[in-house]
């Protein structure tokens, strides 16, 4: 829908985001009404999935204690985590379906709300065509939502277009590791870390963005281990990198290429390792000949020495991991970026072993197993590709129907608003997704909505997207509904559920459950839990890469996680698989790992005269995401309440800005105007700001489209911009 | 906890706040944080600290006090000041040589870190060393830091003329055996040193 139903500030009024600050009833009922209970289940934010206990009392969450037992974070949490708990109980929570109505919103009882969408899809569905609807998912969703989530697109509404705001995430990592390896997982175990002699951070912001992970490369140090971290800024884990390697925004591949042909050159690599399990070697050592350290360095304004130096440690360590995440990924050479990773892995045998990898650095809370069960526009579950006959059969055999009846692959998330665009997609449903906030080019996300003929949203809370909807369903937060998650390392883990959803809200689930039924299509959805949808994608996944058959709720909870594929053997006693490629074993059929080479390309939105500084963006560590969740808990805004627009001194003299001066950042797209940190921590041809806020604070509005072509990831790590000293001397915050 | 202790490696800390964060959600303190992370010089680096109490051997804060408000445990945890007894004076706030106590004005309370004593003293770990993602604050065992760590604890303090011993220990380059802060611990001075030059 074009228009907003209120004025925006009507709506922020309404339904937030307001700051919440203490538990229910405040601190003082805390100490007079304890917690009945504890829970122990895990935080609802990143990839990392730390164990966490939440107190409970009657319905409410209200606190938190550590989890030293959870093996992976051992009690550590950071600050989002500490304060998770206040997103639960929370005044903006949506406790009814909302419908939109020419006075604003109204709320609705679900018959009424439920009927509407299920009107709505099935007239543009029969005036369009099936695939005039979209599903948009979200990784925050457990792996039973998600599978749901997938059969609800493909075999309810029958449409090919589901994607999800993974695509925002993983989608590079992934495709190379399919590419190279033939099947997408970090391949080490986070215990690996503290074994290696080398690390290499590349693209990670560590310390903010997987805050956990920096006792395990500070263990690595502790045993004498040495740390290389390349990024445009000095991030915190750099403060005690060996090696520091600052490269220009978007040349990440230019110097993963350049330390190739220094170890070709130096004849450093691991022949025996190259000969017995791998393929297409030569012509990668064929493609990096050319990139001789000084032209590495040119173009990423890297050292020539440093990029030596870096390989030599690389190469000649027993044990290197390397650790990459989206600024290595974001890019429209994000796929080639993490094969050229792998490359250097492959070509120096740094693989398949104890403290030896390549590892991505998965961001968001189930974005390893959001895309392995189906809401990826071209997998179904256990991470089979649609396209395969053997998969489609398998798959049409759990869900009872032809494999004719599934779609084929559908467009990616950022191609799904170019198809509303030019019109071809006319409803869109969308669950736990902000793509106007997270999305690239906020103002062609906006326009995209307003062309919308049906805009429905699943949410706990409404989002800026949500603001466009026609009618809003009240979901549920990820500790209302048991599930498993999938963590960064590969780990398959249990969520409980602590509380029922408040007020009128349903279970996500529940919500799918019931538009299938009003579509007709009952018997295809028969769950009445959580573990009967899991016991299906069990079933679905059994024989893929993402084999979850041999892992039960109850086996989760016995090993505190199990690592996939974990096949159902007789017995049931398949330990699961921590560590992947153990012997030089890989995923194809040939059982070989495979080099695949890397060209150079220019970033999508060039450096040019009167563009001639790069922008890129991040997060922030009080901060996740679009921020629907963590834009309402108190003291996480009050770490970070807004964004900067980070400047080295050198860069703010010849502008004249000043630490705190309101600066306007312009690109192709859009302007924006944000107060000045100038630190001496980021390149003088680069600033950056964080992107989690909307409106006008919103770094996507100045970001672009331009799309990896394989993983259709956008390149959010690399704008053109300039900058000037906006007018007045302080900024005025505006929501 | 018995045979734990408290150590601080502001070598690996990344300013993330969990445990400030963290302190404040504790029971005692109702959402007051007791502990403090700051930037050494954001305009030229990303380092950051944190401070927490050091719980003196022989409290300065106790001894500035003129109304008996702070008290030392037999543990050796030097706690908040007294309800009853604190009179807001600000003289330990002046006086710790760490710069820790902070008086909660309209509560009129001198508050600072006392290591989560409820939760110490029940087996469990303070909040902000167990919450902490980088363990810049461990609460842990003699042996597992000499074990883990390359760093070495010391808790001898030298403030010019003046020694504090602590029962927090700080993490320091292998061969110290104190952390030394004024110039004049550095220098060589004698009772026939010009006084011109004094």
Known sequence: MADLPRPYNDLLDRYGPHLSY??????????????????????????????????????????FEPWEEFPFNQGMLCPKGVRRYLQSAHPDRLLDPLLRTPEGFKTATWDE??????????????????????????????????????????????????????????????????????????????????K????????????????????????CRDAGGRLIVADPRMTPITRNADLYLPLRPGTDLALLMGMLHVVLRDNLQDQDFIAAHTSGFEQVAESVRAWDPERAARITGVPPEAIEKAAHWIAEAERAITLHARGLEHQSKGVENCLAVINLSLATGNIGREGAGCMMVTGQGNGQGGREHGQKCDQLPGQRSISDPAAREHVAKVWGITPEEIPQAGLSAVEIMEAIHRGEIKALLSICFNPLVSLPDAHYVREALSKLEFFGVVDFFLSETAHHADVVLAGSLQEEEEGIVCSAEGRVIH???????????????????????????????PYTSSRQIYDELREA???????????????????????????????????????????????????????????????????????????????????????TQTRRIGPLVDQFPGPRVEIHPRLAQEHGIVDGDPVTVTTRRDAMTVPALVVRTIRPDTVFIAYHWPGNRSANKLTHRTLDPRSKIPEFKVSACRIEKAPGSGLRVVR | ?????????????????????????????????????????RANS?????????????????????????????????????????????????ACPFGIPKMMTKLELMMKCDMCYDRTSVGKRPMCATVCPSQALAYVTPETIARERREKPVNVFRFGNETVTTKVFMMVPPGETAVTVDVVDFMWETPETPETWR
Request: some cysteine; hydrophobic content about 35%; aromatic content about 10%.
């Open chain 1, 541 to 627: 996944s059994r024989g893929g890469h993402a084999d979850y058959s041999g892992i039960t709720y109850e086996k989760i909870d016995q090993n505190m996680g199990v690592f996939w594929p974990c096949p159902d053997v007789p017995g049931g006693d398949h330990p699961g698989t921590p560590r992947l490629f153990e012997g030089g074993r890989f995923f194809h059929p040939d059982g070989k790992a495979r080099f695949v080479v890397t060209d150079w390309r220019e970033s999508g939105d060039p450096i040019a005269e009167d563009f001639p500084i790069f922008l890129t963006t991040g997060r922030v560590v009080s901060q996740y995401l679009s921020g």
């Open chain 1, 196 to 219: 290696a002699q080398v690390i290499f951070v590349i693209g990670a912001n560590i310390a903010e963005c997987a805050p956990i992970t920096t006792q395990y490369i500070w263990r």
């Open chain 2, 46 to 94: 990303i380092a950051t600290v944190p401070a927490i109490c050091m719980h003196c051997d022989d409290p300065t804060c106790a001894e500035v006090c003129p109304a008996d408000a702070i008290k030392k445990g037999e543990d050796g945890v030097v706690q908040s000041a007294l309800k009853p007894r604190c009179v807001a004076c600000n003289n330990c706030v002046l």
């Open chain 1, 113 to 194: 709300s439920l009927d509407f969408t299920v009107r709505r899809l099935r007239e543009i569905q029969e005036k369009h065509g099936k695939d005039a609807v979209a599903i948009y998912g979200g990784a925050s969703l457990t792996s039973e939502k998600s599978y749901l989530l997938g059969k609800f697109a493909r075999v309810a509404l029958g449409t090919r277009h589901i994607d999800y705001n993974g695509r925002l995430c993983m989608v590079s990592a992934g495709t190379a590791y399919k590419l190279a390896f033939g099947v997408d997982r970090s391949p080490n175990p986070w215990a690996d870390i503290p």
């Open chain 1, 495 to 525: 969520i409980q559920k602590a509380v029922d959803p408040p007020g009128n809200a349903w279970t996500d689930s529940r919500i799918y459950i019931e538009l299938a039924r009003r579509l007709g299509k009952e018997k295809y959805f």
């Open chain 1, 22 to 63: 203490e538990p229910p009833g405040g601190y003082s009922e805390q100490r007079a009404n304890p917690p009945d209970r504890l829970v122990k289940t895990h935080c609802c934010f990143c990839g990392q999935q730390c164990g966490i206990q939440l107190k409970v009392r009657g319905n409410e969450v209200v606190g």
């Open chain 2, 1 to 41: 906890m018995f045979g734990y202790e408290f150590y601080i490696d502001p070598e690996r800390c990344i300013g993330c706040q969990a445990c400030i964060n963290a302190c404040a959600e504790c029971d005692t303190h109702r959402g007051v944080p007791m502990i403090t992370v700051d930037f050494l010089d």
